[in-house]
C-alpha cells in the first residue's frame, strides 16, 4: 500500500467507518486516546500536542470542526484551510491513527460513539470541564491535559502573515 493510500485510510467518512476501526482495535487490546480541535494551519505546537496525546495510549483519533463549527467559534474569516485539507494534512502524521469530522458545538456526541480510553485536551482546561469527562471517567478511562508549547498558535501565524 502506498503513502497516500495510508494516509486517506485514516481519513473516516462517518461514523460507521470509524466504529469498524474501533472494533478492530478493540479485539487487539489497542488503547483509544481522542482530543479534538479546528487545527487549522497545522504548527509546531499542534504537532507537539498530538504527539504527546499519541504517547497517552497506542492508537490516536482526531475530532476535528467542520468550517461551519470553525466560523462559529473563530469567526468569519476562519478557517483558512478548509475541512478536507485539514483533515489530509492531520492524518499525514505518523502519531495520528484516525480523523474524522463532527459539525456540533462539541464533540459529545462523538466521544460517546469512540468511548475513548483517555480524552485529551489542553491545559487551559480544567479536567471535570472538559467536555466527554463524564464519559470517560463513567467507563474507568482517563482525561488528561497537555501544556502547549508556549509561542505557538494559528492566529499568531494568522498576525505575523497580516503585518508581512
Same mark, same amino acid.
Request: proline share 2%; glycine share 8%; hydrophobic share 40%.
Given at each position: 500500500?502506498? /503513502? ?6 485514516? /481519513?473516516?467518512? !462517518? ?16 488503547? *483509544? *486516546? ?13 504537532? !507537539? ?17 467542520? !468550517? ?13 484551510? !478548509? ?5 489530509? /494534512? ?8 484516525? *480523523? ?13 460513539? *469512540? ?14 470541564? /472538559? ?34
Amino acid at each position: 500500500m502506498g /503513502i497516500h493510500q495510508q494516509i486517506t485510510e485514516k /481519513i473516516c467518512a !462517518d461514523a460507521q467507518q470509524l466504529e469498524a476501526k474501533l472494533m478492530a482495535w478493540q479485539k487487539t487490546g489497542e488503547q *483509544v *486516546v481522542f482530543t479534538n480541535g479546528c487545527f487549522d494551519i497545522l504548527h509546531r505546537g499542534h504537532t !507537539d500536542y498530538l504527539a504527546k496525546a499519541a504517547d497517552c495510549g497506542s492508537k490516536l483519533i482526531v475530532g476535528v470542526n467542520t !468550517d461551519a463549527s470553525v466560523r462559529k467559534l473563530k469567526g468569519e474569516t476562519r478557517p483558512i484551510q !478548509d475541512e478536507q485539507s485539514r483533515l489530509f /494534512i492531520l492524518a499525514s502524521l505518523a502519531c495520528v491513527d484516525a *480523523v474524522i469530522l463532527f459539525d456540533e458545538d462539541t464533540p459529545y456526541e462523538l466521544i460517546q460513539k *469512540v468511548q475513548p480510553d483517555v480524552l485529551v485536551k489542553g491545559s487551559d482546561y480544567i479536567p471535570e470541564n /472538559i467536555v466527554g469527562y463524564d464519559i470517560v471517567t463513567a467507563k474507568g478511562g482517563k482525561v488528561k491535559t497537555i501544556d502547549f508549547m508556549q509561542g505557538y498558535s494559528t492566529s499568531l501565524i494568522e498576525k505575523k502573515i497580516k503585518q508581512a
